[in-house]
């Protein structure tokens, strides 16, 4: 089953680092993944998600690299973690060594995408918004035909999870 659209609703930051999880096992390499959303609505909270779902090792953990633009940490492909937020503008990730990752060997989940004065070829766009308290709804849009059949996983493996548990 592929998707085009999705959306749903954590009411914890457990639930949102679950909902990465399951996406991270359920990732493949050489997927692009575009994050937006306003400060502190959880983009780095499902970023650590999807390292806990690669198998990234605590040791290494997944944490906004605001200050140093991209972080790779090491699961059972590698995960590309660019954060564009201290950017005030981004006309060219070339600089950035972005070409290199992109679409190659490993995840890569882009912060602050929206920050972008042009488009970035990807296989999804999730965007995250805080509904009050930890709430959060995260709106999932597929941009290829990779990104469809994983949401359509995605939301399989989703409403078979009980976070109450």
């Known amino acids: ?26 990732a493949e390499a050489g997927l692009v993944v575009l994050l ?6 959880g983009k780095t909270c499902f970023a650590q998600g999807v390292g806990d779902g690669l198998g990234v090792a605590p040791s290494s953990p997944v944490t906004s690299p605001s200050y140093t633009l991209l972080n790779i940490h090491q699961g059972r ?8 937020y201290r950017l005030a503008q981004v006309d060219d990730l070339a600089d950035l060594g972005y070409d290199e990752y992109a679409e190659g060997e490993g995840l890569t989940l882009v912060e602050w995408a929206d920050r972008m004065s042009g488009s970035l070829i ?21 941009r290829d035909d990779r990104g469809g059949e994983l949401l359509g996983q995605l939301v399989r493996k989703w409403t078979a999870v009980d976070i109450s548990s």
Do not use: K, N
């Open 122 to 142: 990807s296989s999804l766009e999730v965007a995250i918004e805080s509904l009050g308290g930890d709430r959060r709804r995260l709106h999932f849009t597929a």
């Open 1 to 26: 089953m592929t998707l085009q659209a999705w959306e749903t609703t954590t009411c914890s930051a457990t639930e949102t680092r679950e909902l990465g999880r399951i996406f991270g096992r359920l």
């Open 77 to 84: 492909f590698p995960l590309y973690h660019f954060d564009l």
């Open 36 to 41: 937006s959303g306003q400060l502190g609505a």
